[in-house]
């Protein structure tokens, strides 16, 4: 059974930090990308940053570059998104997924991706 499971989320103040790990099963991980995606209420699910399975060229959403920073440990199936100078406007569930195939670049639009996890809520206060 494929299993990707999101964890880390929680409550912090503006200028805080958080890292999100997402935990795979039931697939080789060493060959998919992971990437990290977020939704708020009332707005449409976005890319937040991606991973390819080579661990080489990452991606991210123009406004968490320099805060966000994605890593991925195969020997143990995580990927991490460490998150820093969080702002209230990064609220929002946060979800991981894997992509089949994304072996040297990885992307931010989620119709490339194979499996998804469930979300872990991340709520920064002002």
């Known amino acids: 059974e494929v299993q990707l499971q999101a964890s880390g989320g929680g409550l912090v103040q503006a200028g805080g930090s958080l890292r999100l790990s997402c935990a795979a099963s039931?697939?080789?991980?060493?060959?998919?990308?992971i990437g990290w995606f977020r939704q708020a209420p009332g707005k449409e699910r976005e890319g937040v940053s991606c991973?390819?399975?080579?661990?080489?060229?990452?991606s991210y959403l123009d406004s968490v570059k320099g805060r966000f920073t994605i890593s991925r440990d195969n020997a143990k199936n995580t990927v991490y998104l460490q998150m820093n100078s969080l702002k209230p406007e990064d609220t929002a569930v946060y979800y991981c997924?894997?992509?089949?195939?994304?072996?040297?670049?990885?992307?931010?639009?989620?119709?490339?991706?194979?499996?998804w996890g469930q979300g872990t809520q991340v709520t920064v206060s002002s």
């Open positions: 997924a894997a992509d089949w195939g994304g072996w040297a670049t990885c992307v931010l639009e989620s119709p490339g991706y194979d499996y």
């Open positions: 039931g697939f080789t991980f060493d060959d998919y990308a």
């Open positions: 991973i390819p399975a080579s661990g080489g060229s990452t």
